[in-house]
């Protein structure tokens, strides 16, 4: 069964970096769009940054100019560059395949920003 694999997240001072990576293992055909999510307690699971099989991207307006989401060319794998970060990026972070069958989640990885 196909799944997605995150790594890197963790803890990291205020306007420090990150790179989270998401693989997917097994085959996933027919991906039409790759991103990232994240969810604090209590609140909705939000879109942080998405990436289109024709490379377009979209960004939520919290994190414009400070994340950088990317793509290798066979769409098996997706980053999310975090850079000055805030405390209030602190939240799970999940990668998201869509395809013409259904999304797919990743088991998600905790980002915590803090000194």
């Known amino acids: 069964q196909a799944q997605l694999v995150e790594s890197g997240g963790g803890l990291v001072q205020p306007g420090g970096s990150l790179r989270l990576s998401c693989s997917t293992s097994?085959?996933?055909?027919?991906?039409?769009?790759m991103g990232w999510y994240r969810q604090v307690p209590g609140n909705q699971r939000e879109m942080v940054a998405s990436?289109?099989?024709?490379?377009?991207?979209k960004y939520a307006d919290s994190v414009k100019g400070r994340f950088s989401i990317s793509k290798d060319r066979a769409m098996s794998t997706v980053n999310l560059q975090m850079n000055v970060v805030e405390p209030e990026d602190t939240a799970v972070y999940y990668c998201n395949v869509v395809t013409p069958w259904g999304k797919i989640w990743g088991q998600g990885t905790q980002v915590t920003v803090s000194s």
């Open positions: 097994g085959s996933i055909s027919g991906i039409q769009v």
């Open positions: 990436i289109y099989a024709n490379g377009i991207t």
